[in-house]
């Protein structure tokens, strides 16, 4: 059974920063963050490959910075000039080139608010 090890979320002001970590149990092709707002869809944050290829949202890029350590298992998202707008529940995810393995973290929440 894979574990993801998600932490890093909290309440912080309009403009502040706050940096995600997810430790996974094994090493999969690609790796990522989701996040769900109250009433709205699960959406792609942010995915980097082994390779690190990156993909962004529209929203996040030039904000948000994601990084994997390989040798860790770990990917990070630092979250810079964050918005009201970022508020949700951010989800790790990963998954083998092909898809057929794929797996979620437990979520952190993230709450932009002054």
């Known amino acids: 059974q894979v574990q993801l090890v998600e932490s890093g979320g909290g309440l912080v002001q309009p403009g502040g920063s706050l940096r995600l970590s997810c430790a996974a149990s094994?090493?999969?092709?690609?790796m990522g963050w989701y996040r769900q707002a109250p009433g709205k869809q699960r959406e792609l944050v942010a995915a980097?490959?082994?390779?690190?290829?990156?993909n962004y949202a529209d929203s996040v890029k030039g904000r948000f910075t994601i990084s994997r350590d390989n040798t860790k298992n770990t990917v990070y998202l630092q979250m810079n000039s964050l918005k009201p707008e970022d508020t949700a529940v951010y989800y790790c995810?990963?998954?083998?080139?092909?898809?057929?393995?794929?797996?979620w973290g437990q979520g952190t929440q993230v709450t932009v608010s002054s």
């Open positions: 995810n990963v998954r083998t080139r092909t898809g057929s393995l794929n797996y």
């Open positions: 094994g090493n999969f092709y690609v």
């Open positions: 980097i490959t082994s390779g690190s290829s990156t």
